[in-house]
């Protein structure tokens, strides 16, 4: 049998296993007089694939942020947390930081991080620029082009001159991996959070047809609104929401109206994003886009912590978005960030900040763009990366069922935040079949539990409830054997249907033949309780399917001396937008210093963090006076993967400055306040 029969009955041998997407990830080898590239088009609803909808899991991750030969791994946990595209910019000043010097190598290298993606058979949106953000330096631009004379982000001909040069180097790295191709790369972002007029999008796309990009669909930020809308159909507007932001310029916690994205509601896109930058924005949409189908692109998997500002994020924060938005009729789920990373290094710093010349609203991390995300800096897996899998588990069985069902909204749209006075739910039905979506949480706020809820949805009532704080699910109500439920859908496998209980609230399973099942407790995986339908607790749910294995224990240990005291504390200025300015490299010369001395083990064998708890402003670690990664202290844990160390290092420099009293910062409740400067702990984890 030939190799590429032989990969395509592996792949039909998978794809009826799993239902997923079903011919969208024939995309491990290139089409052949064998094998016909999946057609995917869309409507008001959702994606298609052959004919058949879908409800992707989008998730996004930096190629350039994360080492190479890290990327197979990091790639397979994303596919295995239920991500079913991969998202990732493409930062023009990491691969053209010298005008004329094309880096692609590396971490840099595109075209090897999407033959891991087809590898993996995962298709791939290309967010290309110019413009990017994503707390880069001048948002990705290079410093260069700001002495050319040109105006950045417009249709100035020198700059869309520029622009050209980046995009025929991009598709020198996509050539022969387009979706056409039988490759993974599926569509391409432009520009991104675009105020101006749709003529420069389309400016934009009309560069990169030119040169060869030849996709199924090309997609925009939908926020914020432009001055002229792109004509219909060229653009698909994607939209976000987030728990928090760093870019808030207050102080306060739940500062903004963050908490309208704990609301089911029609309004599609958010007016919390980017206010730093795009400052106040109405709730209105581009006339034309609500013909879309509702898709998001940056639904806050977590969140950066700027020096200004530090928020901590909860994992129930994700959860509950990503359930108000499926339920608000959201057909595509992207998270921003699902991976977090590091910045590569440069001829300087590529972190945003404000002491550069443009995108200069907010002090990030040199190196740390962790995010809080699902899989954190270094692939660790953090726990909503595990609450987060039966909601993909569920999209990915149920999808093409929930596609075109519309959303109904029971609930007042416009709550008040932190507003306790009735229970948020919606449902969204076709015919006589539901899902009923319910979230009773909201960051930071103490809603209380919800007492004899009866819920009619679609000619069926369900049993009289109370409804538990923090609480966050979807039942099913005529969906296939099951009538109702007051358990979770988790999955459809093999015939097997797999549901979650939801704790503080008794299951109960009623059949489409009238037999109904009460206070059902969980049997796992393994055993039915009735026919076909298998009940699994919260923790079984967040790891079906999963094949793990325990982790070993460390072998490293490692134990620390303070070599130099603080310095003199520094004055903490207030930079040109107007908050407080991280430490310089020169403040860090000041800095405690504490030598940390691994012994017992080989740094590099394994997957080990190095863990320090210290109390303090921010801090830094350094091998052989090189920075290698840096946090801004909101409570959490300063981590370090041992493994990226050089051969044969067993030392490493870590610099703390300190907490001062009154600082102008947002420090969550979980952060230490106290002036000072010390290591509480120090631990190697596995």
Known sequence: MKRSEHILNLFRQWATRTALLVGLLTIVTPATPTTTVPRITWDKYSLMVDGRRIVPVMGEV???????????????????????????????NHVEEEEGFWNWSGQRNLRRFLEVCRDEQLPVVLRIGP??????????????????????????????????????????????????DGGPLMACQFDNEYRGSGSYLMALKHIALGIGFDLPFYTRTGWPELSTPVPFGEMLPLYGDYADGFWERSLKETAGNYYKAFNFKAFRSSTAIATEQLGKQEERLNQGDEQYPYFTCELGGGMMAAYHRRPYIYPEDALSMAVVKLGSGSNLLGYYMYHGGTNPDGRTWLNEMQRTVATNYNDMPVKNYDFQAPLGEFGQTNPHYYLLRPLHLFMQDYGELLAPM?????????????????????????????????????????????????????????????????????????????????????????????????????????LQNGKTLRNVRPLGEDRPVCDSIYLLTPQQA??????????????????????????????????????????????????????LSLSNGNPRSGRQLLSIDYQGDCARLYVGGRLVADHFNNGRPFLFGLWRLPEGCQELELRLLPMQSDMPVYLPREADPTPGERIKSIKIIQ
């Open 62 to 92: 930096h190629y350039s942020r994360i080492p190479a030969e890290e990327w197979p791994d990091e790639v397979r946990k994303m596919k295995e947390g239920g991500v079913t595209i991969i998202a990732t910019y493409v930062f023009w």
């Open 131 to 180: 413009f990017c953000h994503g707390e880069a330096r001048n948002g990705g631009i290079p410093d260069w082009l700001f002495a050319k004379g040109c105006k950045p982000r417009s249709e100035d001909p020198l700059f869309l001159t520029y622009v050209e040069k980046l995009y025929r180097q991009i598709f020198t790295q996509v050539q022969g991996l387009q979706w056409k």
């Open 542 to 595: 967040g790891r079906l399917f999963l094949q793990e294995t325990e982790p070993a224990a460390p072998t490293l240990s490692v134990r620390h001396e303070k070599v130099k005291q603080a310095g003199p504390l520094r004055t903490i200025p207030i930079g040109i937008n107007k908050v407080a300015e991280e430490p310089t490299d020169e403040d860090f010369a000041d800095a405690a210093t504490y030598k």
């Open 406 to 510: 519309e959303p109904t909204f029971p609930c007042r749209q416009d709550l008040p935040k932190g507003d306790d006075s009735a229970l948020r739910w919606a449902y969204r039905s076709k015919g006589n079949s539901a899902f009923v979506f319910i979230n009773n949480y909201e960051r930071l706020q103490h809603l209380s539990a919800k007492k004899n809820i009866r819920l009619q949805v679609c000619g069926v009532t369900l049993p009289r409830l109370t409804i538990p704080a923090s609480t966050i699910c979807i039942l099913p109500v005529n969906i296939g054997i099951i009538r109702y439920s007051t358990a979770q859908l988790v999955a459809h496998r093999n015939g097997k249907v797999y549901l979650q209980q939801i704790e503080g609230i008794p299951t109960t399973i009623a």
